[in-house]
Nanobody, 112 residues
Framework: QVRLVESGGGSVQAGGSLRLSCAVSGFTFSNLAMGWYRQAPGKEREWVLL???????RYRDSVKGRFTISRDNYKETVNLQMNSLRTEDTAMYYCWASTGTWGQGTQVTVSS
């Protein structure tokens, strides 16, 4: 059974940075596509970045140039580096695996 555990959320002022990590267990990590989604209050969950098995990355337009995603197949983790954060980035961030598994979420709050 795939298990995802996120860490690294918190509160930061606009323009600041945060790094989220997702530890994966219960599956061969290198076989998985991974991603980060987010859900703001009153809004639908949306994908933010996806990284495929071959390292291909898809970025949501609103985070291009500010967010990056990386995966460590040895440590079986996927990371989300968020720079130049904006108030509109405030949301619960979820790690996702291509098995259809979700993490529990970690809150990111950006204040002006």
């Amino acid at each position: 059974q795939v298990r995802l555990v996120e860490s690294g959320g918190g509160s930061v002022q606009a323009g600041g940075s945060l790094r989220l990590s997702c530890a994966v267990s219960g599956f061969t990590f290198s076989n998985l596509a991974m991603g980060w989604y987010r859900q703001a209050p009153g809004k639908e969950r949306e994908w933010v970045l996806l990284i495929y098995r071959d390292g291909t990355i898809r970025y949501r337009d609103s985070v291009k140039g500010r967010f990056t995603i990386s995966r460590d197949n040895y440590k079986e983790t996927v990371n989300l580096q968020m720079n130049s954060l904006r108030t509109e980035d405030t949301a619960m961030y979820y790690c996702w695996a291509s098995t259809g598994t979700w993490g529990q979420g970690t809150q990111v709050t950006v204040s002006s």
